[in-house]
């Protein structure tokens, strides 16, 4: 519930069409939409890190493929 909350938080903030589902004990969903992808991205980066600190007490570091 706290990485569910934590996303659903990130998302309201952001502005943009998205939503955040728990659809098992061991798997989250995270949807969103909209045009520029710059917004969407930033959001996924938040999100990841947000759950990375939640979930294992964790940096946010994000990954290699990620990097601009």
């Known amino acids: 519930?706290?990485?569910v909350d934590a996303a659903r938080a990130l998302a309201?903030?952001?502005g943009l069409v998205c939503?955040?589902?728990?659809?098992h004990a061991r798997v989250i969903v995270l949807r969103a939409?909209?045009?520029?992808v710059e917004p969407l991205m930033q959001?996924?980066?938040?999100?990841r890190a947000s759950w990375?600190?939640?979930?294992?007490d964790l940096a946010a570091a994000?990954?290699?493929?990620?990097?601009t």
């Open 1 to 3: 519930d706290a990485l």
């Open 12 to 14: 309201d903030a952001s």
């Open 19 to 23: 939503g955040t589902s728990a659809l």
């Open 33 to 36: 939409l909209g045009g520029p």
């Open 43 to 47: 959001l996924l980066i938040a999100v």
């Open 52 to 56: 990375r600190r939640v979930a294992w």
């Open 62 to 67: 994000p990954p290699r493929i990620w990097q």
